[in-house]
């Protein structure tokens, strides 16, 4: 499986026919976003190798354009220096579109704009094989020709995420028990939410909580920040406490809860944009007179907010 993920990695050229394809290599980075601007609104993105690669679909909201933008960039919390992978677009006439992702300090070009005629196929084409000139994994520079069926050029997401999940075993756990975690949150982080409308506004920012889960000797906190405003939400903090939920009381202390591993909690939120991140404890338990306090104070700013979760929640997670 690793040989087949280098050679497509790798795949510098497509040919059919008489008709040449070039496959374009991105850079994509930690701290930049690549931008590519598609003729068309994009129906479907799918990257070979998502371990770290991430891909911002266009939202249900926004320009005249927004269907047609999609940005890519490289988890900043991933250990990897460097990576590379496939990545297919297909649009909504069905042009599909291959290109090669390579994890990059700081891309040459940050925006692509992505004319009709670099579709390799139609999605209503025949499936068959393709002559692929690919790097040699002995050289940087040596080139040859391997023939690879048409279908093994996109490498299904399911099963990247399954192989990898694979990984998190309890020989993991109990060696490096952060990786475990980082391999946990990446892929629960953009899971559909597991509790209904739980969360705190003000005006158009939200802090939704998706879930609470378990797993091991630990609780993963799966949240959601929304920002339908069009100006930038800088964060100042995000904190956890416990807390009595006696109403008026002075004896209403909070106790700060300190996180065993934090994925992709935010700096800044985009306006007319969203961000996922899991928060991971230490297994913990609350009684009927305790709760959780989520604290989210804005940079410069007055839009702070505050997320109650009771123990209804925290004392029965999501066993994952």
């Not at 028990?177 to 005006?203: T, V």
Request: glycine content about 4%.
């Amino acid at each position: 499986m690793a040989k087949q993920f280098f050679f497509i990695l790798a795949l510098t050229m497509m040919c059919k026919g008489t008709a040449q394809y070039c496959t374009d290599t991105l850079e994509v980075s930690k701290k930049y976003k690549t931008i590519l601007i598609f003729p068309e609104n994009i129906s479907e993105s799918i990257i070979g190798n998502d371990f770290g690669f991430i891909a911002d679909l266009p939202k249900a909201a926004g320009s005249k354009f927004h269907g047609r933008i999609l940005k890519l960039y490289y988890d900043e919390l991933a250990p990897e220096k460097e990576n590379f992978t496939n990545h297919t677009v297909i649009t909504e006439s069905g042009n599909v579109y291959d290109f090669i992702l390579k994890l990059k300090e700081k891309p040459k070009k940050f925006t692509w704009y992505i004319k009709p005629e670099k579709a390799i196929t139609n999605i209503n084409g025949n499936s068959k094989s393709i002559s692929l000139d690919v790097a040699d994994p002995g050289s940087e520079t040596k080139i040859k020709r391997i023939e690879i069926p048409e279908e093994q050029l996109t490498i299904s997401t399911k099963d990247s995420a399954t192989n990898s999940i694979d990984r998190a075993t309890k020989e993991l756990y109990e060696k490096d028990p952060m990786e475990y975690y980082r391999l946990r949150c990446y892929y629960m982080q953009f899971d559909k939410a597991k509790i209904s409308r739980y969360f705190s506004r003000l005006d158009n920012v939200f802090l939704w909580l998706k879930g609470v889960y378990y797993n091991e000797d630990e609780l993963y906190f799966q949240y959601r920040i929304e920002n339908k405003e069009g100006l930038d939400l800088d964060i100042n903090f995000i904190k956890h406490q416990l807390a009595t939920n006696y109403k008026n009381s002075s004896s209403n202390q909070k106790m700060p809860l300190e996180p065993v591993f934090v994925y992709k909690r935010p700096k800044t939120v985009s306006g007319k944009s969203e961000n996922h991140f899991v928060i991971v404890f230490k297994k913990f338990a609350l009684d009927e007179k305790k709760e959780v306090v989520v604290e989210l104070d804005e940079e410069s700013g007055n839009r702070n907010l505050s997320l109650k979760i009771g123990h209804e929640i925290i004392n029965n997670p999501i066993h994952f």
